[in-house]
């Protein structure tokens, strides 16, 4: 029996699960009341439908950006992080927004913002590895100096998503920063800042919890860091 192409099977059905909403999503921005107090019903209104709509094409774009790297810049990305990394896509995006697990399911946004702090430390971890190993370059980072790269290059990555939310949410009104209820309640003080710090503080766990892995892996040549680490084609073998 020919042997199942999982990668391409999962790619496009998370791919579908992006595209196949954006229509009825178009036609329910249209039709929505535009605030709480119009929606006597209460159902999703415009502006959650806008922000629905934006996650969508944001994923079909962060769908496509990886093999928009490859071809770029020549680079290979493992199978099992490329696997990962679209399931993360899908958590967010089509189960998160559209499914609306963001308030049905308890912590979904805490578990995910988790897993992102992971992959962007395995990513810190990728970016040093190619530049430390190119033929051009010649440096050997320590792998203390590595790690501590790579979790900073996760905080960092992680801060600058804080503030895209922060910003489209105050220019399209939207609620990305999950500063009121569901229902369109705002909450007040330090309570609508819960969402913003947990999520900086959970990916900081997640990036230290993998870069701590990537440091023990590199010190001690275990190579657990180097199966999921994105390489340049002249590195890949």
């Keep these: 029996m020919k042997k199942r192409d999982w990668k391409s099977i999962i790619g496009k059905c998370v791919l579908i699960s992006f595209l196949a909403p954006i229509a009825f999503i178009i036609y329910k921005i249209i039709i929505s009341p535009t605030s709480n107090t119009e929606n006597i019903e209460g159902l999703r209104v415009k502006t959650d439908y806008i922000l629905i709509l934006s996650q969508c094409v944001l994923g079909v774009i962060a769908f496509f ?16 992080m490329y696997i990962l990394y679209v399931l993360f896509l899908w958590g967010a995006v089509f189960l998160g927004e559209v499914r609306k697990f963001y308030y049905k399911v308890p912590h979904w946004d805490t578990i ?9 430390g395995a990513l810190g971890f990728s970016f040093v590895n190619i530049l430390n190993k190119h033929e051009r370059v010649h440096v050997e ?88 680490l994105i390489k340049t084609k002249e590195l890949k073998n």
Aim: charged fraction near 20%; include cysteine; hydrophobic fraction near 55%.
């Design 65 to 80: 950006l990886p093999n928009i790297l490859s071809k770029k810049m020549k680079i290979v990305i493992p199978t099992n």
């Design 112 to 120: 995910l913002h988790t897993c992102s702090g992971a992959m962007l």
């Design 141 to 228: 980072l320590s792998p203390l100096f590595i790690a501590i790269f790579a979790f900073t290059f996760a905080i960092t990555l992680g801060v600058i998503w804080e503030i895209y939310e922060f910003a489209f949410d105050g220019i399209l009104g939207l609620n990305m920063q999950k500063f009121a209820l569901e229902d369109g309640t705002k909450l007040i003080g330090r309570a609508a800042l819960v969402d913003t710090m947990e999520d900086l503080i959970v990916d900081s766990i997640g990036a230290f919890i993998m870069t701590a892995i990537g440091f023990i892996s590199l010190k001690h040549k275990k190579g657990w860091i180097e199966k999921i």
